[in-house]
């Protein structure tokens, strides 16, 4: 099992789970190592798992191996500042949300229940010591393309998914943002009516 090579660990305002305060989202991806399959498969029970409004489970996942032509075609449809690190995950993982039922029902919280779906999956994986690193910055009509998604299904999110790299083998515009500090709204802001 690998663990991230710094700490990135939350500074916290009120104590959490150590795993949701470690937790963050690295661009430095081990290129060599295959993905670990049993913790893959961890992941996305952990996904499966998750809660959904009424149950529907409205999330659906293509899971893309490094070396294999469908992990090419994920990474194609990277914009180019994702492109830059994220083929180096030994897995690229697209999250699909399902909108509408087959028979055209909307499914109002599609997108919520996919975002807690992945974000079961990324407290598992990072549980177990792998990176993930999510991102919107993607073609999701590429992905529609060669994956012959219906209308009714959308990709949401791609996943970077593998054993954490080395900071210093990034370029250094990437290695800057991987070490520079993480930071959130204060929780007085963020919770906006309380009594
Ligand atoms: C829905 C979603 C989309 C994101 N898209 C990108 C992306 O396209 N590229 C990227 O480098 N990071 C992306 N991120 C990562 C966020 O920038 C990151 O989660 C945020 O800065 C907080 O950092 P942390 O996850 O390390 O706590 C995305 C995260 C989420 C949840």
Redesign the pocket.
């Known amino acids: 099992m690998n663990t991230p090579l710094h700490d990135?660990t939350?500074p916290t305002e009120h104590p959490v789970l150590d795993i949701l305060a470690a937790?963050?989202?690295?661009?430095a991806f081990d290129a060599d190592r295959p993905i670990d399959e049993a913790r893959l498969a961890t992941a996305l029970e952990a996904a499966r798992w998750s809660p959904s409004a009424n149950n529907v489970q409205p999330w659906r996942f293509i899971v893309a191996r490094r070396g294999t032509a469908l992990h090419a075609q994920i990474v194609d449809a990277l914009?180019g500042?994702?492109q830059a690190w994220a083929g180096n995950a030994s897995a690229l993982i697209v999250a699909v949300a399902e909108t509408e039922t087959a028979d055209g029902t909307p499914i109002t919280h599609a997108v919520y229940d996919l975002?807690q779906a992945v974000a079961h999956f990324s407290v598992q994986a990072h549980h177990d010591g792998l990176a993930v690193?999510?991102?919107?910055?993607?073609d999701p009509e590429v992905i529609r393309e060669f994956a012959d998604l219906e209308p009714r299904f959308a990709a949401?999110?791609v996943i970077a998914v593998g054993e954490f790299g080395d900071v210093d083998s990034l370029p250094e515009v990437l290695r800057e943002r991987e070490v520079a500090p993480?930071v959130r709204r204060p929780i007085d802001e963020t919770v906006i009516l309380s009594a």
Do not use: V
Not at 23 to 27: N, T
Not at 133 to 138: K, N, P
């Open positions: 990135r939350a937790r963050w989202s690295p661009r914009m500042f994702n975002g690193h999510q991102m919107s910055g993607f949401l999110t993480r």
